[in-house]
């Protein structure tokens, strides 16, 4: 049964970066037709979408955080990660990732998500 | 850059049938699939509905969903107290360079 877990700091200063790994177990991280991608919830408010990647490589960023938003991959360890430069309070929220399955990316069909982890912006 | 419009709320009785209803546009439910996420509190989203109708496997058959043009609708039939949860509606939209764009969610109560 493929499982994901979210990894990295509870706490980060504003306007230092953001870093989480999720790290895929039972399952391939190169197995198509997957990308691995990032949604948050700021607390008590609803989700959003961050970014996916590819195991190629390839990814895809929302438009409102692209800027600010690196996620890469390391097929050798079955992991994604996701940096968020810059951040403020309005960053705090629960960070999820999750499996998107799509031929084409281009799909809103997670089927598989990790627990969540809380991340706290301080100033 | 715009999201999907839900009602925040919505509620029902023990085996009553609710409706949640889910509004986009024509760069997204107008023209790629629609998908709905079930999260109860303090848990991770699960995905309910997938490509405009189909339910995944263990999701009973008392959820289904149906899209018109750029709307969709969730449909709870005998309802149970443990649908109490909040309800999200997904699309990906053709707009700017694409995204997945979320509805504000609709947080379901069973009186």
């Known amino acids: 049964q493929l499982q994901l877990q979210e990894s990295g700091p509870g706490l980060v200063k504003s306007s230092e970066t953001l870093s989480l790994t999720c790290t895929v177990s039972?399952?391939?991280?190169?197995?198509?037709?997957?990308?691995w991608g990032w949604i948050r919830q700021p607390r008590g408010k609803g989700l959003e979408w961050i970014g996916r990647?590819?195991?190629?490589?390839?990814?895809y960023y929302n438009p409102s955080l692209k800027s600010r938003v690196t996620i890469s991959v390391d097929t050798s360890k079955n992991q994604f990660s996701l940096k968020l430069s810059s951040v403020t309070a309005a960053d705090t929220g629960v960070y999820y990732c999750a499996r998107q399955e799509s031929i084409t990316g281009t799909a809103a069909h997670f089927d598989s998500w990790g627990q969540g982890t809380l991340v706290t912006v301080s100033s | 850059q715009s999201g999907l419009t839900q009602p925040p709320s919505a509620s029902g009785t023990p085996g009553q049938r609710v409706t949640i209803s889910c509004s986009g546009s024509?760069?997204?439910?107008?023209?790629?699939?629609i998908y709905w996420y079930q999260q109860v509190p303090r848990t991770a989203p699960k995905l309910l509905i997938y490509?405009?109708?189909q339910r995944p496997s263990g999701v009973p058959d008392r959820f289904s969903a149906s899209t018109s043009g750029t709307s969709a609708s969730l449909v709870i039939s005998g309802l149970r107290s443990e649908d109490e949860a909040d309800y999200y509606c997904?699309?990906?939209?053709?707009?700017?360079?694409?995204?997945?764009?979320f509805g504000g969610g609709t947080t379901l109560t069973v009186l």
């Open positions: 997904a699309a990906w939209d053709d707009s700017l360079s694409g995204y997945v764009v």
């Open positions: 990647i590819f195991h190629s490589g390839d990814t």
């Open positions: 039972g399952g391939s991280i190169s197995s198509s037709p997957y990308y």
């Open positions: 024509s760069s997204n439910i107008g023209r790629n699939y």
């Open positions: 490509r405009n109708n």
